[in-house]
């Protein structure tokens, strides 16, 4: 069920699989920046991101498992480390520089 949402919202935005994690990373930090009201620099929304890429990919390896398959481990780290990747660099700049100040 999880694959076949992956698949149609890949169809529906024209993005490869790879920027939806991107695009889910970044909408889970802000989306947690602005209902918690939380500061970029703060640690909290980078690890509600850190949460939902480690979930999906568990829900990914549950669902191969399902289906018999064997889950093949390297695309789930690529997927973590893209879902985590533009957050983390947020979240550098905010915590350690001044770029990103309120």
Known sequence: ???????????????????????????????????????LSDWRPLLAVAFVSVAGEIWDVVDTFSHGGTPVWNPSWRAIANTLFWPAVLFGLARFTGYLKR
């Open 1 to 39: 069920m999880l694959q076949s949402g992956k698949t149609l919202l890949a169809e529906a935005t024209n993005f490869s699989r790879e920027s939806l994690h991107v695009h889910l990373g970044l909408a889970v930090m802000l989306l947690v920046v602005i209902f918690f009201k939380k500061p």
